[in-house]
Every structure is written in C-alpha cells, then in structure tokens.
C-alpha cells in the first residue's frame, strides 16, 4: 500500500480550539492512526507543520507531540512546496490577510469561522480560492456532532413531516474575570478586535439551518451586552464593547420559522449547553450535542391549560430517546477527512469558503437588524 504525505501548516494551534481539536483531537489523531484510506488504496498522511506567533509556546507544542517542524515565519512556511494546505484557526482580525498570503502562494485553505470580518471580505476571499483554482472550505463543525447527526436522520426519513418551526438556546455563564476567571478570551468582548456573540455564533447557527432544514431568507435580531464590564487575563478591568446576547428570528425558505437565543449571560437549566426543538406536523425532536429525543404524533399527549390545578402529566418522560446505532467520531476529525479526501481527490465539499460567506452575511444581517430595528433579507451572494 503506498503513502502520500500531505504537508499542512496550522497557523493558531497555540489557542484553545486550535490547539485540543484540530491539532490533537484531529490532524495528530488521524495521522497517528494511519491516516486517510483514499479509493484507490493509497494512505495519505497528514503532516502539520506548526505556525504562530510565540517561540516558546510553539517549541513547547513541538517538543510535547514530538513534532520537528514550527516556524513563526508564515512567508517561510507558504514558501515551502512540501506544504499543501493552510489551516487558519486565528483570532477573527488577523485570519484574512493570513488566507490572501496562503492562497497567493497555491495553497489549499481550511478555515474557522468567520473567514473574514465583513461580508464583502469573506466574498474576495472566496473568489480568490476559485480563481487560484485551491480547494477550500470552512469549519462547520455542529453538523457533524453525534446530536445533529441523529436530527439530519430524522430530517431525511420525513419523520417531521412539514417542518413547523425551530427554536434553539445556546449559552452559559462566562465568568466576569474579577472574582473567577472567564471561560472565554477577553477579545471576545472587544468589538474593535471581532467580538461579539453575533459574529461567533450566527455563523454556525446559519450553516445548521442551511443543512438541515434550508436557505434562510430574512433575520430578526436583538442585541445586549448585558455584562458590560469585565476583567482581562491580566486581572485589569475593561469595558465590554461588543455583544454577549444575541435573540434571532430567522425566516427559512420553506416557511418554516427559527428562533434562536444565544448567550454568554445565562445560566444554564438545560440538558447541553446548546438544544434545538424541531416541531412538524408528524412529530418533534429536542437535539443537543450528543442527544436526541423524539415525540411522534401518534404518541403526543393531549395538553390542557388549567391555572387552578397541579399539572401531573410527566411530559419529558414521554419521549424516546434516538439510538446511536453507530459510532460517532470526534465532528472536527470527522470535517477534517471530508476535507483531506476533498483535496487530494477532488470529493464533493460542500462547507467552502462562499458556504462560509454566507454565514457571515447572516451575522451582518443580525447586527443590521439589531442597529435598526428592522427585519433585513438576505439576498443571494454569489462570487460571480
């Protein structure tokens, strides 16, 4: 059986998602496992090569996984023909020069989200990737959890029937930073440096209803920054510019309607910290990230309103819960060989750059809507 080695430069693996799913959980799990089986029987590799800012934090990565190969000198890095693809899982502001430079230089790009910090960027991106003819997608990682997995199923079975509505909350409690330290990075909380719940979780939510149940048409949206000040890494107190709250309406193309609210401002009475209750007129699931239950509507019970009597009936307990009836693999490997294959064979892809666009015109949207109190559609976007 022959080997092809697949040469990928990580820029980002010194952050907390960068470091724990794409070098570890992904790239060094697959490689460690033989890598990627390809249809013609050839192994293929994957070989990171190690980018960023910090020498100490890179050669420490290094050192802790065995790796020889780090650089703090991206130029040098897309420079070297032995390097195929450019990974990017940098703070939101410093991501698209990065990506211009990796596609300048003929390299395949996969990206976090969002690719860009406006509409109009992630779109030039896009077209560069096409007119450079790379091969290109973006993080969207929830598609491929063992929860939504199992919705996807439900969807393709008709088990909804005529899908009604969505409605999903997101969110927890981050921490201020003064009395325990914050579970998130304080750039999160600085517009001025990409920040915001919009521009984080808008994006995923777009690509969640995209997939699973069609093109959003309009949104609706309310901002809050409801904590507005926090403490930094150092301990040093700042002011919070940029939202931690996000309540959305979003009008699907088949009339379905979504409602999601996200928060960074809430604390947590749910099962997972995110959980979406799809509603159809043959029955509705409740998804989290690993779960999923089920009430058909030969088994829905009959509700009745009475103020002035204890409600008895058990209503979580009567519903199923969906079987794995499979193996669920970590979803940020799992995009991570779709991706490989894709580049090395040419596989249908279907999370790429413009995919990704989309998802930052829907966070756009969000703020628009937000700002000025409307309803704002989305027309269509196209690199072309």
Known sequence: ????????????????????????????????????????????????????????????IADRHGLTRWSTDLDAVLSDPEISVYFDAQITHAREAAVRSAIAAGKHV????????????ALELAKLAERAGVRNGV???????????????????????????????????????????????SWNYRAEEGGGIVLDMFPHWHYILEHLFGPVRTVTARTATHVPRRWDEDGAPYDATADDAAYGIFELDNGAVAQINSSWAVRVDRDELVEFQVDGTHGSAVA?????????????????????????????????????NTDFPNGFRSQWEDFLRHVATGSPFPHDLLSGARGLQMAEAGLESARTGRTVELGEVSIR
């Open 1 to 60: 059986m022959s080997e092809r080695v697949l040469g990928i430069a990580m820029n980002g693996v010194t952050g907390r998602m960068g470091y724990r799913q794409h070098l570890t959980r992904s790239i060094l799990a697959i490689r460690d496992d033989g890598g990627i089986t390809l249809p013609d029987g050839t192994r293929l590799l994957p070989e990171p090569v190690l980018v960023g800012r910090s020498e100490r934090k890179l050669r420490e």
């Open 110 to 121: 996969y990206v976090e989200k969002p690719t860009a910090a406006t509409l109009d960027a």
């Open 139 to 185: 993080v969207q990682d929830k598609l491929f959890l063992p929860g939504l997995l199992k919705l996807r199923r439900l969807v393709d079975s008709g088990f909804f029937g005529r899908i009604l509505s969505v409605r999903g909350e997101f969110g927890y409690w981050v921490f201020e930073g003064d009395w325990q330290d914050a579970q998130r990075p």
């Open 288 to 324: 989290g990230l690993r779960s999923c239950r089920v009430q058909h509507r030969t088994v829905t019970p009959r509700a009745a309103w009475d103020p002035d009597a204890a409600d008895a009936v058990p209503y979580r307990d009567q519903w199923e819960t969906v079987p794995d």
